[in-house]
């Protein structure tokens, strides 16, 4: 058993628990890209767990990390996008009231 | 102290910090304290990502987030009725599906980590210039496509995101 992975896996686990459950209750668009944000960061903390006590040597590990890192950035970048035009066009950014989104 | 011990300590320490902090974020009434309980939350993952020897993604993790967080606090101040906290508002929906959801996930998650076998620990590691000179060669080699990919994709989502921020031309000449 690899004591090291097991610690920063179950902090990994933690967090993304953390991230669904503020993604899933949250009513505001700006909490609701915080929790993703978390998910997101347990994604990292894998990773580079299992870079690090499974594959050190394979540097593609690293690269996901990077990837991930992107789709971070990208993911705040449409939020705030969406959250400024339906701020502009609505006055709040409440997803309660963004039910005709529904489809 | 043997090296490891002490890595040990150190990530389960920065572990706890960045669940801790996680959890602050929806907890706290006031959005400010909010976003910077994000900010230390993944400054803690970065230190964990030094703890694991990964020095190159650890500072650009905290270099990133440190940007990021400052950006969100902005936009929390900027779109929230009520940024301090002052009026105490509930701003949760479907709280018992939420937490089921977070708790099942969790526990699937743990159940995965504490029962699969992993196989032998590999303790030695190549140095932080050789880790970074191999990344180097990765994202310019065998990667090169994804990580172009990457770089293209954010930005066509900072154009797009701009086009839909910017004001239609009717609503700017009002």
Known sequence: MILELMIALTAGAAMFGTGLYGAL?????????MGVELVLAAALVNLVAFWRYLHPEEPAAQMFVLIIMAVMAVEMTVGFGIAIARFRSRGSVEMEEARELKG | MTGMTAQMIFLAFFG?????????????KSMVRSALALLFSQTAVGLMFLVMQAEFLGVLQIMMMATEMSVMAIFMVMFMMDPGGMGAMDMTHQKRLSLWA???????????????AWGPAVPNIPGAAQQAADLGRELLGRSMFIFQSAGLTILTAMVAATMVAIAPRKERKE
Do not use: E, K, P
């Open chain 1, 25 to 33: 209750s949250q009513t505001n668009l700006v909490m609701i890209i």
């Open chain 2, 16 to 28: 706890a910090a960045a669940v801790w902090f996680g959890i602050v974020v929806f907890r706290t």
């Open chain 2, 102 to 116: 977070g708790g099942i996930g969790l526990v699937a998650a743990l159940a995965v980590i504490w029962l699969a």
